[in-house]
């Protein structure tokens, strides 16, 4: 990321800023830097076989991008990351926000990590997402081997949510690379038994414990 990114940011990097239109605008400013242009390549291209358009957000760049070290896969963007624009810990939901306290008490810096989903688009109503489908993980899956091709340094993979595990095998398989299924940060799933949120850190630190 280059300097004068880092100082307009700072400040920005709290959960739900990308609620703000002025913080959206720098992150879309950001989508040629050249750790996360070909991402957003990638999304474009996306976009144009599916015919889709904003309901395949793109990858945050205050994220490590192609050189992130481990790619954290969830099932399927939201009403708020199509909203955003972007796959970001920073989203308006709580959703995002567990999952960026979670990142930060397991210890990892924004550049170790790049955030996708195995659907790659908004599957939803516009009122109310549903659950991803086999059909839909089998059509979003060259994509997301496509992108596990790109990641130069890309040194483990966790799946997030039933959903996404279901790929773990194929992955393994495909990749040589530790793959890690945990739970999904929902605000359903955390806030329903205390100890909950402590098994998904504890898989984060572990996970954090592979990176070189």
Known sequence: MSKRFREKITDDDVPKSLAKTTI??????????????PLTKLAQRIRRKEGLSTEVPHFDPMDGGVRGKVLFVLEAPG??????????????????????NLLREAGFERNMTTLWNIVPWYIGSGTKIRAAQSQDIRRGMPYLLEL?????ELQCIALIGQKAARAKSQLEEATGLPVIATYHPSPLFVNNRPENRRIILMSFKKIRTLIK
Do not use: Q, W, Y
Not at 79 to 100: L, Y
Not at 148 to 152: F, Q, S, V, Y
């Open 79 to 100: 009403a708020r990351a199509v909203s955003s624009g972007f796959i970001s810990r920073n989203n308006p939901d709580e959703t995002a926000k567990n999952m960026f």
């Open 24 to 37: 959206r605008k720098v992150r879309h400013a950001m989508l040629r830097e050249s750790h996360i242009s």
């Open 148 to 152: 596990i091709e790109m990641m130069t």
